[in-house]
C-alpha cells in the first residue's frame, strides 16, 4: 500500500523558511515522480514543485522559482520541499503525492496517490 506522510509545516513570518519533509512508503520509491502540490481555500491545487523518477529532472512554476527547491533522497524514501522568503499567498495546505513514472510531471490529475497534507500559514 502507498503511503505518504507529510511533515514540517506550521506557522511561519513572511521572509521566514519551512522545510516540508514526505516520508514514503509502500513503493519503489526511486521509479515514482513526486510532487509538492498546494491548496488554498477556493484555489485549485496546484502544482508547486515536482522530480521525475529515474530521471531526477525538476520542475517549479515561475511563481516559485527563486524561492522552492525539490530534493529528493532515495535512500531515505523522502522528498524535501525547502521554502524560502515566504510569502501570505503561499499559505494553504501542502500535499505530497506520488505516481509511477520516470519523467517529471506537475499536473495533479497525473498523480493517483496523496499524502493527507500539512498546514503552511504565513503571517505576521
Known amino acids: 500500500e502507498v503511503q505518504l506522510v507529510e511533515s514540517g509545516g506550521g506557522l511561519v513570518q513572511p521572509g521566514g523558511s519551512l522545510r516540508l519533509s514526505c516520508a514514503a512508503s509502500?513503493?519503489?520509491?526511486?521509479?515514482?515522480?513526486i510532487g509538492w502540490f498546494r491548496q488554498a481555500p477556493g484555489r485549485e491545487r496546484e502544482g508547486v514543485s515536482c522530480v521525475g523518477g529515474t530521471d531526477g529532472l525538476t520542475y517549479r512554476p515561475n511563481s516559485v522559482k527563486d524561492r522552492f527547491t525539490i530534493s529528493r533522497d532515495n535512500a531515505k524514501n523522502t522528498v524535501y520541499l525547502e521554502m524560502n522568503n515566504l510569502k501570505p499567498e503561499d499559505t494553504a495546505v501542502y500535499y505530497c503525492a506520488a505516481e509511477i513514472s520516470s519523467q517529471v510531471a506537475c499536473r495533479a490529475n497525473e498523480y493517483g496517490h496523496w499524502g493527507q497534507g500539512t498546514q503552511v500559514t504565513v503571517s505576521s
Open positions: 509502500g513503493f519503489t520509491f526511486a521509479d515514482y515522480a
